[in-house]
Nanobody
Framework: QVQLVQSGGGLVQAGGSLRLSCVASGRTFSVYAMGWFRQAPGKEREFVAGIRWAGTVSTWDADSVKGRFTISRDNAKNTVYLQMNSLKSEDTAAYYC??????????????????WGEGTLVTVSS
């Protein structure tokens, strides 16, 4: 069992920055990757960014956020971050961190995730 607790989020002006955090607890040794997803009202949950939890760092970014968002990890703190820069109104959504319980799964697939954070709302004003 893994618990994911998020922090961050809030209201930010377009062009501004925000950093989200996700702290994993429980059987964190069973986590192989972590990802960030977002869901806007009336929209499907979509992949934002992913990172390998342990070992060599590999990251994956959605095209919509590439160059603006950066995912990173701090294994000593069991934490994954999402640094969001140059925010746009279209980034407004509920953001969720997530993790699969098995390796070798597609981190970009929401339906492949087994553990989810509670979500945090990011609102970008224009």
């Amino acid at each position: 069992q893994v618990q994911l607790v998020q922090s961050g989020g809030g209201l930010v002006q377009a062009g501004g920055s925000l950093r989200l955090s996700c702290v994993a607890s429980g059987r964190t040794f069973s986590v192989y990757a972590m990802g960030w997803f977002r869901q806007a009202p009336g929209k499907e949950r979509e992949f934002v960014a992913g990172i390998r939890w342990a070992g060599t760092v590999s990251t994956w970014d959605a095209d919509s956020v590439k160059g603006r968002f950066t995912i990173s990890r701090d294994n000593a703190k069991n934490t994954v971050y999402l640094q969001m820069n140059s925010l746009k109104s279209e980034d407004t959504a509920a953001y969720y961190c997530a993790a699969p319980r098995a390796p070798f799964v597609d981190i970009t697939r929401a339906d492949a995730m087994d553990y989810w954070g509670e979500g945090t709302l990011v609102t970008v004003s224009s």
